[in-house]
């Protein structure tokens, strides 16, 4: 029976596996560059100061709250800013420095404002968003006359 034997030990060695494979996919979206374009200044209106110091606040909407003793005219407005991207897509929105140095037309004077975002992200809806900017000012005791002006810088990112 050495050929039953033989058979029996070739019927115990494995066949090799016949080789397998898979496809595996690769995507990528590539996004439009995100911009951001101020559409309206922060403007905390006029100011009458008075003999001690006080504070004028624009909120996000718009309004005033004129601190205790100055008198406040004119209009306000909160900045605002308009974002573009790719539709769908998440941006964060950061504020580089709270606090600005406004400096009157010939710079001898300043005062700070302390600045706040409304939001820290935004989905951009059929690719745009937008976001506004409130603050507080500081008013001295009997602060000089004058225009004064300062600057902030927000930045928006993809998240």
Known sequence: MPGVAAGVMLACIAAPAAAQSARGDTTVRVLQPVTVVKSADLNFGRVLPAATAATVAVAEDGTRTCGANLRCFGSTTAGAFTVTGSAGETVSITLASPTVTLRNTGGAQTMTATIAISIRSLVL???????????????????????????????????
């Open 125 to 159: 809806t059929n690719g745009t968003g937008t976001f506004r900017v409130g603050g507080t000012l500081n008013v001295g005791a009997n602060q000089a006359a004058g225009t004064y002006t300062g600057q902030y810088t927000v930045s928006v990112n993809y998240q």
